[in-house]
């Protein structure tokens, strides 16, 4: 699955969790822009796991503050 | 220079808008005097309690009181120093040698408090690229136990096996494993369904502790916990719990059937480094722990407690955060913290005391009236329980 296809499948995903419709890019922060509070994090995080069969430890997502982030580190979990 | 205490700000503010509107500070009562297990003069006034977690009322436990004073006269106040060092006493090995009985475990290690326990064994057993996956509802000090070490942590949605056995599944192989599980989740009062939940971990190979600080003397046939209750102790690794609750003082332990578990005294960094319990409280808590093996009587009245409490609120028209009573904590779910501060207040007026529970403590942002009954409390105040809530409720408008 290349960078495209994981970007439109996650844009898919984020829909339901973008209650005020922000218009996404790579540099839309969760906690900032969308306003995502720990418990929509969870259960975002764990959209993405279902789809892509991968585990994002709270560890990674320390790391991954915006939408570009995600998509990268979703890419390279692929990959491993 | 910057404030560094500028980030406490909308806190402050939120607390002393609250304080304006004339509520009495709920985070701030002050018990001048306690009469038993169930009554205390709070703020000045006589008061019952329904927010404390001495579940089987061993506080004022004659026995368990002449423990104590005998321990302060022949121990001295305090140990001045580590379990590992000069902290070990007589009492100290009494009170592992309860413990073990009373699970019927092979090894117990008592710690200074529950939290250090949860910190203590977690933060050490999972290390660098071993994984934890745990509750999301989980206790403050699991979360504090995961922060310390340098695992993978996974949560998962609270009570989810689903959830949880996926999470299992896609963990790389040959990874290390421990799976975090409560008993009773303190907030809401309910139960975990261990039996399903530890089968799931077993399948994927992983190692499991269980909480069990808010059922222990309380639930299962010997008051070991919901694992005893569901049948599954003897699959549980590690069993985490506390003497501040039924135990009726201050400590906590874990106890296992590991092979190398004696370990744990020299690699436990909040086992090593602070000071051991005092010589009186582990004379209190090994006393009541033996007592408590023979607690059935209290155990059935407790039940009988939760259950009246449970359905005289709900009759009331009061929301509850179980539709059944599961543990002897019955949560009443408030429309918002104005509303919830201004039914603690009115009850403490009543004359009862409940815990006032709020975000980020509850889940799902939620604000609680925490009750948590006591083997002592007679079936009488459970109906005078009862009448304060009618009351105090139909004044704020909640029912």
């Given amino acids: ?80 | 220079m910057t404030d560094l205490f500028s980030k406490f700000d909308p806190l402050i503010q939120q607390r002393e808008a609250l304080l304006a509107s004339g509520v009495e500070d709920p985070f701030n009562l002050v018990m001048e005097k306690v009469l038993s297990p169930t009554r205390a003069i709070c703020n000045g006034r006589e008061t019952i309690l329904l927010g404390t977690y001495n579940y089987m009322g061993m506080t004022f436990d004659p026995d368990v009181i002449q423990a104590g004073k005998d321990a302060l006269d022949n121990f001295g106040a305090g140990t001045t120093g580590s379990r590992v060092l000069n902290g070990t006493y007589q009492g100290h090995k009494e009170c592992e040698e309860a413990l073990k009985d009373f699970y019927g475990m092979d090894h117990a290690m008592v710690f200074s408090t529950g939290y250090q326990a949860n910190l203590g064994i977690i933060s050490t057993i999972a290390g660098k690229d071993d994984y934890i996956v745990l509750d999301i509802d989980s206790h403050a000090s699991i979360w504090d136990g995961c922060s310390l070490g340098n695992a993978q942590i996974v949560p998962f949605k609270h009570n989810d096996i689903d959830a949880m056995g996926k999470r299992l599944r896609r963990i790389p192989e040959g990874a290390g494993k421990l799976v975090v599980l409560e008993g009773v989740y303190s907030m809401l009062g309910d139960i975990a369904p261990l039996k399903d939940m530890i089968a799931v971990a077993r399948k994927y190979d992983a190692m499991v502790l269980v909480d069990e600080a808010h059922s222990m003397g309380f639930i299962g046939p010997n008051g070991r916990g919901v694992a005893e209750e569901q049948g599954v102790l003897d699959q549980v690794d590690f069993v985490i719990g506390t003497f501040s609750k039924s135990v009726g003082t201050v400590g906590g332990f874990c106890v296992s059937n590991h092979p190398k578990f004696e370990i744990m005294r020299l690699v436990c960094r909040p086992y090593v480094f602070t000071a051991s319990l005092p010589p009186s409280v582990v004379a209190t808590a090994a006393t009541s722990i033996r007592k408590l093996m023979h607690g059935g009587a209290k155990r059935a009245h407790l039940w009988e407690n939760s259950r009246t409490l449970h359905g005289g609120l709900k009759a009331l028209g009061f929301e509850l955060g179980t539709g059944e009573p599961q543990s002897a904590i019955i949560a009443v779910i408030m429309p918002d913290l104005e509303r919830g501060a201004a039914m603690w207040e009115a009850l403490l007026k009543e004359g009862l005391y409940v815990n006032l529970a709020r975000p980020p403590a509850t889940p799902a942002n939620m604000t609680l009236l925490r009750c948590s009954l006591c083997a002592e409390h007679s079936a009488e105040q459970v109906q005078t329980i009862l009448g304060m809530f009618e009351r105090a409720g139909k004044a704020v408008g909640i029912v």
């Fill in chain 1, 1 to 80: 699955m290349d960078r495209a296809e994981i970007d439109a499948r996650i844009r898919g995903l984020i829909e339901p969790f973008n209650k005020k419709g922000i218009s996404v890019g790579d540099d839309t922060t969760f906690a900032g822009d969308l306003e995502f509070d720990s418990l929509t994090v969870m259960d975002f995080v764990a959209a993405i796991e279902d789809e892509f069969d991968i585990i994002i430890s709270m560890n990674q997502q320390a790391e991954i503050e915006n939408y570009g982030q995600l998509v990268d580190a979703v890419c390279k979990l692929q990959g491993d």
